[in-house]
């Protein structure tokens, strides 16, 4: 369980709220708007009304002793980057900055975030490439040109080993697991047999991933 201080409460951050509750964290939610803290009430650990950008109200926050520090303002970017810039001022362990531009982003970055969540852009580049291909049903992006896809199991490999196939030789890709029937199984073995009707999770670079199933 962590500690967060969350700041803006639009529908992102109310969103972020929602979901920090429901994984059990302690959240203390931050916003200008009595009726938006209000609303959030229910799903957070305690909520004050109050400006962010103003330094000594965001000093009795304590924002030093919260493991993370979530910047969800996303109608204002000057208030954004300020209370960005004042947290980590205040000494803020980590602070997590919405950014709407890839300019906002820069300047988020060079003034007090350690990193930066960019909603559109993630929403914009999961849906062009989730929906590329018939056999893509999810795709996430790590660091560097890594990835993991969820595809579906080319009819070619069905009825095949892992160990058979050994597309992390031919490909450098690693199969982490495989779903069928909406149970999904992590023990992949050499000797794991692929049926049809499933799917795989894999991982590698986009290239790799996108040369093997022919994205």
Request: net charge negative; glycine share 6%; hydrophobic share 40%.
């Amino acid at each position: 369980m962590k500690s967060i201080l969350l700041i803006g409460l639009g529908r992102f951050g109310k969103r972020v709220a929602e979901k920090l509750n429901e994984l059990g964290h302690e959240v203390l939610a931050v916003d200008k708007s009595e009726e938006r803290v209000q609303d959030i009430l229910g799903y957070v650990t305690d909520a004050q009304i109050g400006d962010a950008t103003n330094y000594n109200f965001l000093s009795t926050l304590g924002v030093n002793n919260f493991d993370v520090c979530i910047v969800a303002i996303g109608d204002d970017f000057q208030n954004s980057l300020e209370t960005t810039s004042l947290l980590s001022e205040l000494g803020a362990v980590k602070v997590v900055s919405r950014a709407s531009s890839d300019v906002h982003e820069k300047f988020l970055l060079r003034n007090g975030a350690d990193e930066v969540i960019y909603p559109e852009k993630q929403l914009a580049e999961w849906t062009a490439i989730r929906y590329s291909a018939n056999h893509i049903f999810d795709y996430i992006e790590l660091e560097g040109e890594y990835s993991i896809f969820e595809v579906e199991i080319p009819e070619k490999w069905i009825n095949k080993t892992v160990g058979t196939l050994d597309i992390r030789k031919k490909y450098g890709i690693n199969i982490l697991a495989i779903k069928m029937n909406g149970i999904l199984n992590p023990n992949i073995t050499p000797d794991t047999l692929l049926w049809s009707d499933s799917r795989l999770f894999v991982l590698g670079t986009n290239s790799s991933i996108q040369k093997c199933f022919k994205i």
